[in-house]
């Protein structure tokens, strides 16, 4: 899940823009980045960056951003092309006059691409995402919100979207289907983000998008339409609760949430595996022949990454017929645990900083065996002393 936050109002835009973002860094997410539209001149800025948002803050401390109290930002976890800054969002069109921010699958952007290729468009990313930019551009005759509306009725798959475009200086529109955006209603601002919690300091009115539906922000009005441009006049919601317990959506705890969120996660993690009906690892850095040549596989881990490990030993041992040992990192790293060229490790840490794991994987490799890690955070120590990496 990535998250997007967008502001229009008259704060300025950026503090605003992160302090959301952080807000939303709970969904999980590889890179980041942030559009804004500059007061001065109206040019529209883009700064952004794979890892932590962390790494965006300095990188905008770094190369202070004009003022502004417009702008879009967005954290990303890639389902096409790999978290580099090139693909992170926002994503311009050719001219650079449209920014895009998405939230899921454009599921038919292949074909899209090659129709925009051949009427001259040029893209710099490998994102399914960029495709909205340049379909937006194709159809921006002055009103951003009937070039949005266009450009959607060409998508195929799930998209939350924020657009900007520096011919349409006043406004934000965003638009929704199979991926969540909420709309903040304030006093003279007003907001679009993946999440409540992105914006509960600015403003408790809340409006929930239904799938099908967009928006048009300006700092004054919030304008819902349908798809096909008949208006709506949605609900207005008065959240009460505080962020915390909006971040635990009605659960009594964080764990309990998470329990909860497996069905969805794992079906995630699939989806953006899976292409063409064949399984694409990319990260998994190791060819045929050197899986082929793998006769004896260790799984290491602490903790709950532990069990995650006994579970994958029942699954690969049966789908693979390889006699799979799951070894708590700690204990192995102080045994003689029998490695070489032919031993694949496994091993698993959410952080990508467990101190007993990564001495086991350090052990391990210099003893010839091959190590693919299983890790949420990217650029973690324990990715960079991996062959391989699945996040
Ligand atoms: N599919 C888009 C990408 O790979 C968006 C992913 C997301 O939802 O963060 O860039």
Same mark, same amino acid.
């Given at each position: ?12 835009? /950026? ?60 954290? +990303?976890? =890639? ?5 580099? *800054? ?60 009937? =070039? ?45 983000? *993946?999440?409540?919690? =992105? ?46 317990? /909006? ?25 953006? +595996? ?25 799984? /290491? ?34 045994? *003689? ?13 959410? *952080? ?40």
């Amino acid at each position: 899940m990535c998250g997007i936050v967008g502001y229009i109002g008259r704060k300025a835009a /950026v503090p605003v823009l992160l302090e959301g973002l952080k807000r939303l860094e709970y969904r999980g997410y590889d890179s980041s980045g942030i559009a804004i539209l500059t007061s001065a001149d109206g040019e529209l800025v883009v700064r952004k960056s794979p890892g932590k948002i962390a790494t965006l803050e300095k990188l905008i401390a770094e190369n202070q951003l004009p003022e502004s109290t417009l702008g879009i930002c967005h954290t +990303r976890w =890639a389902t096409h092309g790999a978290p580099t *800054s090139p693909n992170a969002h926002p994503h311009f069109d050719c001219s650079r006059k449209i920014v895009v921010v998405h939230n899921g699958i454009i599921e038919n952007y292949e074909s899209l691409k090659k129709d925009l290729e051949k009427k001259g468009h040029k893209f710099v990313s490998e994102t399914d995402t960029e495709v909205v930019a340049h379909l937006v551009e194709e159809f921006y005759k002055g009103n951003l919100l009937q =070039a949005v509306q266009k450009a959607i009725q060409k998508l195929a798959g799930a998209f939350a979207l924020g657009v900007v475009a520096k011919d349409s200086p006043g406004e934000i529109v965003a638009a929704r289907v199979g991926s969540p955006l909420i709309v903040g209603v304030g006093e003279k601002e007003n907001f679009i983000a *993946s999440d409540v919690p =992105a914006i509960l300091d600015s403003t408790r009115k809340i409006i929930y998008l239904n799938d099908g539906e967009m928006v048009r922000l300006t700092k004054d009005q919030v304008e819902v339409f349908t798809f096909k441009g008949k208006k709506v006049f949605p609900k207005i919601h008065n959240v009460t609760f505080s962020i915390d317990a /909006v971040q635990k959506q009605g659960f009594p705890h964080f764990m309990l949430k998470e329990i909860h969120e497996q069905p969805h996660v794992l079906e995630q993690m699939c989806q953006k +595996r899976i292409k063409n009906g064949q399984v694409i690892l990319d990260g998994l850095n190791l060819s045929m022949t050197q899986l082929k040549n793998v006769k004896r596989i260790f799984i /290491v881990a602490c903790g709950t990454a532990y069990h995650a490990g006994i579970v994958g030993k029942y699954i690969i041992e049966k789908l693979v017929g390889i006699a799979v040992n799951v070894e708590a990192a700690s204990e192995f790293r102080y045994g *003689s645990p029998v490695i070489d060229r032919k031993t694949l490790i496994i091993a698993i840490s959410q *952080s990508g900083e467990t101190a007993d794991t990564l001495a086991a994987v350090k052990e391990a490799r210099s003893k010839g065996a091959k190590v693919v890690a299983i890790c949420n955070v990217v650029g973690s120590s324990l990715t960079r002393e991996s062959d391989g990496i699945l996040y």
